[in-house]
């Protein structure tokens, strides 16, 4: 296995969803395992580090969110983004109670999950030297998100990839360009939001 190249593992109970991903994200540099239900998803965790999971909600058997709590418990150095068709801001306030660093609506874009990914990753990256405050992490953001759980998570995660990646050296015109294409993206999500619940009203 080639270690140089970030680990996802893709769960979701639909093939073709996880025929995109794989093959969007193989060809973007990820090495990638794909798996249709929770249980599997576990097991391939207990056999092999992941860095990454991108978790829908609606499985068969075990949910979405009781293996994301699994994962949470269990293997606190994957980062888990969920992938979902289940637009709920309560869910989505749950996920990130759990650790998950992004909550993406289906259908989704796949710039939007590499950004994600790239953004989990570094964040990850950042951990070692603040493990011990991952529950509290996780709390804290639980309780930010219910203030507005897209805005506040987004924010978040950007400023500490930010962090990272100016502790890693990376270039700040590279972080600026990033950083960016990160707004637009949260800006056009956020416009998204508004709109689907203005409808709901």
Known sequence: MDKTKPNLLIVDDEQVVCDVLHDELTERGYLCTTVLNGDDALTKLAAEGFDVV?????????????????????????????????????????????????????????????TSICAALWSQQGNGATKASTQMDAIALGVEARFDPFFTMSRIVTKRTIE?????????????????????????????IKLELNKSR
Request: aromatic share 6%.
């Open 54 to 114: 991108l978790l829908d909600i609606r499985l068969p058997g075990m949910s979405g969110m009781e293996v994301l709590h699994e994962i949470w418990l269990n293997h606190r150095d994957t980062a888990t983004i969920m992938i979902t068709a289940v637009n709920d801001v309560d869910t989505a306030v749950e996920a990130m109670k759990y650790g998950a660093t992004d909550y993406i609506v289906k259908p989704f874009d796949l710039d939007r999950v590499h």
């Open 164 to 192: 990272v990646a100016r502790q890693l050296g990376i270039a700040e015109e590279e972080i600026q360009r990033w950083e960016e294409a990160k707004q637009g993206l949260d800006s056009k999500r956020d416009t998204l």
